[in-house]
């Protein structure tokens, strides 16, 4: 299967700065890209999903002032947690799909921690 | 959008066949069922998929029913390190943007 990776693999913060998690997708160009969250034994939660070139359509309750999206080439996307707090310590998960057809293929995970 | 029901835990020696069933009784027509793992603390890993007829691969392999309101993926020879988390998953497709909503799946442990 296509190689998705993410960067870094976990991360540790103060309260009120933030937090930029990086998603690649290593031997395919990506159309669409996705971004989960999964909080302690609980499934994963779509966040958002992004196009290239194009805006990210952001999931009821998920606020895009706070997680900011880039997928500015079809090999990297960017979720930047801002003025990041305690409750967004969770493990953000990307996912990279070449076309809307082909099978969606998920990076290792991003563990964050806030203290 | 369609969603699915799986049991919440299932227990499998090694060497056995895992059988795991999925409820999708509000497909729709044109929607793939998708089966993903994730083993613990990292990402999901793709297994297979298949829209109405059963599917093979070196993984494993996916019985859909022809009503296709339920499914089963099998795992032939299940070995410890197929201990982890299975995602029965509806591609749900709105408007152009086909995305993958997962449920709670069924927590698969393998025994020696």
């Known amino acids: 299967g296509a190689v998705v990776s993410q960067h870094p693999s976990r991360v540790i913060c103060k309260s009120g700065t933030s937090v930029k998690i990086e998603c690649r997708s290593l031997d395919f160009q990506a159309t669409t890209m996705f971004w989960y969250r999964q909080f302690p034994k609980q499934s994963l939660m779509l966040m958002a999903t992004?196009?290239?070139?194009?805006?990210?359509?952001?999931e009821q309750g998920v606020e895009k002032d706070k997680f900011l999206i880039n997928h500015a080439s079809l090999t990297l996307s960017t979720l930047t947690v801002t003025s990041a707090h305690p409750e967004d310590s969770s493990f953000y998960i990307c996912?990279?799909?070449?076309?809307?057809?082909?099978?969606?293929?998920f990076g290792p995970g991003t563990r964050l921690l806030v203290l | 959008d369609a969603k699915t029901t799986q049991p919440t835990s299932m227990d499998c020696a090694e060497g056995r066949a895992a059988n795991l069933p999925c409820n999708h009784s509000?497909?729709?027509?044109?929607?793939?069922v998708y089966w993903y793992r994730q083993i613990h603390s990292q990402g999901p890993q793709y297994i297979i998929h298949g829209l109405k007829n059963n599917e093979t691969n070196e993984m494993a392999s996916l019985i859909i029913t022809e009503d296709r309101k339920s499914s089963t993926l099998i795992l032939p020879h299940a070995t410890l390190r197929d201990t982890a988390v299975y995602y029965c998953i509806v591609r749900v497709d709105l408007t152009g943007f086909q995305k993958l909503v997962f449920g709670t799946g069924t927590r698969l442990l393998v025994s020696p």
């Open positions: 996912s990279a799909r070449r076309t809307t057809q082909e099978t969606q293929y």
């Open positions: 509000t497909i729709s027509g044109n929607e793939y």
């Open positions: 992004s196009n290239e070139g194009s805006k990210a359509t952001y």
